[in-house]
């Protein structure tokens, strides 16, 4: 995003004497929200077109703020975008690509943020975590695009990704908005901190939201107010027929898009990022695109650790042992295993438990697991024994174990 204009600058300035409280008010009190321009669609980015244009218009503004150096390709890319847990959202009219935005759920090579954040006690609690990042819309359409895209997040981040919090790395000037207008809260920095570069940021302001505390925050302070003012009506009420969510079940939690023709054209071709792959994240990458078609793009001197790739998830289930029924949600799985969040009794080490789990919104698979370790209500689970629905419900094209 540009920096505000001059007199923008000076008002906002002004207010800066105020007391927080009254000067996030008088903030929240500027809120206008502006309807998308005609024909405009949000979506996720999918095809190599909407993926270059989204980048390109990264690249330009990060360039123009100068928050990173020119790149041959024109296009900001990062290796968290050849991840099948980031997804590229984006505003569409016609063949154009208007504005885009960038989520990073958590995965194995960690999160941008984790150079400010330590986020060991929000991963033991549970807490389902993506953070928000590679915000850019072309100027013309700045004022018309930031709250629909900003909404489409919201419901994508609630609805599709199962996640309950959100991190951002900002501006000191951006995260007023932030906090003032969506109420993030400031994430302390950790004390063994190592520093952000993801971005050229001068001073980096880490930020979380709490996505169920959100609600209540804009029923709150928005719920009141007429449409243009009124964030919670349109972000929480509002249909959105510009929206075009992906066509899948809620079982699972990711939408990924990339194709061994894209990964070979954006971090090999375009970018050399897969060449710079240290020995773990190349790891990480064998793991996450197990499928014999990718495998090549990672064929180097390194040897395959030959561990089975995991899925984010969203599913209900339970644990038995006797007469004890212990209520789960697995947010990962795998061929031979799975992560689960206790919402019940604490998990015994060591355990073996039998179960069940809902998979499909007619599906349920049986299994015998032992539990291998536990952080907090967060569970690690080897399975034992599983009905035959598991195997093409996590991807993987193989038969039953003897």
């Excluded at 590229?88 to 885009?100: P, Y």
């Excluded at 072309?138 to 997040?153: A, D, E």
């Excluded at 809260?185 to 709490?210: C, E």
Aim: net charge positive; charged share 25%.
């Amino acid at each position: 995003m540009r920096p505000l204009r001059p007199g923008k600058m000076l008002f906002i300035k002004l207010l800066s004497f105020l007391p927080r409280r009254l000067r996030y008010a008088a903030y929240r009190e500027m809120i206008r929200v502006k309807l998308p321009p005609q024909n405009t669609v949000f979506k996720i980015a999918e095809t190599e077109d909407e993926i270059s244009q989204a980048l390109t218009i990264l690249h330009r503004a990060y360039v123009q703020e100068g928050l990173m150096d020119p790149h041959p390709s024109g296009m900001r890319v990062t290796l968290y975008h050849a991840l099948p847990t980031t997804t590229i959202l984006i505003a569409k009219r016609n063949d154009e690509v208007l504005g885009t935005l960038t989520m990073i759920r958590d995965n194995p090579i960690g999160l941008p943020g984790e150079g400010l954040m330590n986020l060991e006690r929000l991963r033991n609690e549970g807490h389902q975590i993506a953070e928000v990042s590679a915000l850019a819309i072309q100027p013309r359409y700045r004022g018309r695009l930031l709250f629909p895209l900003l909404k489409f997040m919201y419901t994508y981040s609630t609805k599709y990704l199962a996640i309950d919090t959100l991190l951002a790395v900002t501006t000191k000037q951006w995260s007023i908005f932030y906090e003032s207008i969506l109420f993030f809260k400031i994430f302390p920095v950790s004390s063994d901190s190592k520093g952000y570069t993801f971005v050229d940021y001068n001073t980096p302001v880490a930020l979380s939201l709490n996505l169920k505390e959100a609600f209540s925050e804009f029923a709150r302070y928005y719920g009141g107010r007429r449409f243009n003012r009124g964030l919670f009506h349109y972000f929480v009420v509002e249909d959105s027929p510009e929206f075009q969510f992906p066509a899948r079940e809620f079982f699972r939690a990711s939408d990924p898009v990339m194709t061994p023709k894209l990964l070979n054209l954006f971090f090999r071709k375009k970018t050399n990022l897969f060449e710079k792959l240290s020995p773990d994240e190349l790891d990480v990458f064998r793991r996450l695109y197990p499928e014999k078609e990718f495998q090549r793009l990672f064929e180097t001197r390194f040897p395959n650790k030959q561990r089975h790739s995991r899925r984010p998830v969203n599913c209900k289930g339970e644990l038995h042992l006797g007469d004890e029924i212990i209520p789960i949600l697995l947010i990962n799985a795998s061929l031979k295993g799975f992560c689960a969040i206790s919402q019940g009794d604490p998990i015994q080490s060591g355990q073996v438990y039998s179960g069940k789990a809902l998979i499909g919104e007619f599906t349920i698979v049986s299994f015998k697991v032992r539990s291998l370790w536990s952080k907090g209500v967060l569970n690690g689970f080897n399975i034992l024994e599983v009905s035959e629905e598991w195997y093409e419900f996590v991807g993987e094209n193989v038969v039953k174990a003897a």
